[in-house]
């Protein structure tokens, strides 16, 4: 039973009704299959890109409201579990078919640095870590969540392990053509997943826990698409054309395709046109080089219409909706008319945010609500990069780049629109054509409304409350990262003092004399900041909602830090 056959995997994706997807890495061309005790199963052909070889399997045949422990065998031999596997056995957990009253676990972080990292900087332990020694421990499927959702910074391309980089340096003739500790080719890709996903108790959750993704700038680069003139500077290196279109390439088959259903999978183009080449190396490089694009045409409906693709997506699991949103990728980055996502794609989240069910949770890498006196201060610092003033604008774009101001307070005109989006559904109004939210059928106000948010390497949950009385709704930012990496300490009390009410006048004043308007919601902390390495689970159980963060101790148990009940 050679599991060498099985290099990373398997990854257990999506479980929609009573079918499955099932992703892994193979070290050769082969036939994947999965296969149950009873009738369920599927097979899929692996296709090949960079000489690295893929297959995501569609389980068909699945009984609802069962749990379905299954194995994985490639060219027919047997390679999951391996022999002396200690750990129980990987299920597929479905659904009953009308899951209406059945509560919905989301357990989600970000930013997780591979275990070799401790080893150079001392970093605390790893949440996800513990939070699958503690599911092997208790052996109960019914105890993992519903839905694992990872924030991004999966993986870490620019902060590379020291395994990897002594990789990198073999590779490496000139520093100029590439850094010498980052990675810039798809292969060089594969070798962060490789290290990630083949850690023995990750291997394992990933292989019984459905989970969904979404990237982040570390998955590319720190700063990723931060302005147009961070563009322009990074063109200019000989290696960036090869690092961007690899690390959206390699995204795509690691990360994105498993976020999609087995229907959205069979209709998405790229998947077509990659099954249909058998070497999809082609394809994919100029996908990869393609959708780097979208930041430069997004102001433009037409021409974006012609490159863009839908990273972003949404997904029900029984009374709860979820809708991730791709906040990196084609952001508008143009000086005065910056937003986190283009028109056409904010016209599908409008559509996707309206509907009939209990709670939104609405997935962002970056956190919506921040501490206020740093929210103040980023949208006081884009004010001042979008200055007609020459050397205004240039101080501003350097103090973007150092202090990474680049979250949604940085893309004002988007964050008042989510704002209004909040405030529109918590109220229950109907959307009429020439609404500013988007026109479309009333639905009764939702029970809550939450918004995922990692990056910034603290945890807290903040209520946000809007002048209209009329929104019922309560709104939260649900914020946990890291899951596994560190905060400078030094940085530690800059970020507790952005939630004073002091501090927070005072850079409220500086963003008024440049001209920034009153935000249209207000916030306020009301757990947290926690500054070590965690998880968090927002469970919905009728039109209750709780989130409960957890930390990783000294010596590396989960422990509640925070419990917020976050309706009634």
Known sequence: MPESRLLIGPLLRRVVGTRATVWVETDAPAVVTVRTPGAAGGTATTFSAYDHHYALVVVEGLTPDSVTPYEVLVDDELVWPTPDDPYPASVIRTRATDDREQPVRLTFGSCRETTQHATTRRLPPDALDAYARRSIASGDPTDLPDLLVLLGDQVYADNTSPTVKRLLKRRRRRPEDAPVDQVVSFDEYTKLYLESWRDPEIRWLLSTTPS????????????????????????????????????????????????????????????????????????????????????????????????????????????????????????????????????????????????DYDHLVVGSSLPWLLPPGIHHVEAWNERLADSARPWVAGLGEKLRRALDLEHWAAFHRSFTALGEVFARLGSGRRNEPGDRVGAGPAYPAPASISVLGGDVHHSYVARASFADPAVRTPVHQLTCSPIHNQVPAGMRPLMRLGWAAGPASATRALARSAGVRRPNVRWRKLAGPYFGNAVATLTHRGRAAEVTIEGTSSEGHLRPVAHHRLTG
Do not use: K
Not at 233 to 249: H, K, N, T, V, Y
Not at 251 to 265: F, K
Not at 294 to 323: F, K
């Open 212 to 355: 969904v993704m979404i990237f982040d700038d570390h998955e590319i680069i720190d700063d990723w698409n931060t302005s147009a003139a961070w563009r322009a500077d990074m063109r200019r290196q000989p290696w960036w054309a090869e690092r961007i279109g690899s690390g959206l390439a390699s995204y795509w088959v690691y990360q994105h395709l498993g976020n999609l259903s087995p229907d959205e999978i069979a209709a998405d183009p790229v998947y077509t046109e990659v099954i249909a080449a058998g070497d999809a190396t082609e394809v994919l490089r100029e996908f990869g080089s393609r959708v780097d694009t979208e930041s430069d045409v997004a102001h433009d409906p037409e021409r974006w219409r012609a490159v863009q693709y839908p990273w972003s997506y949404a997904l029900d699991l029984g009374r709860t909706r979820l809708v991730m949103l791709d906040t990196r990728c084609s952001r508008v980055v143009q000086p005065g008319s910056r937003a986190m996502l283009p028109g056409g794609e904010w016209s599908w989240f409008v559509d996707q945010a309206h509907g």
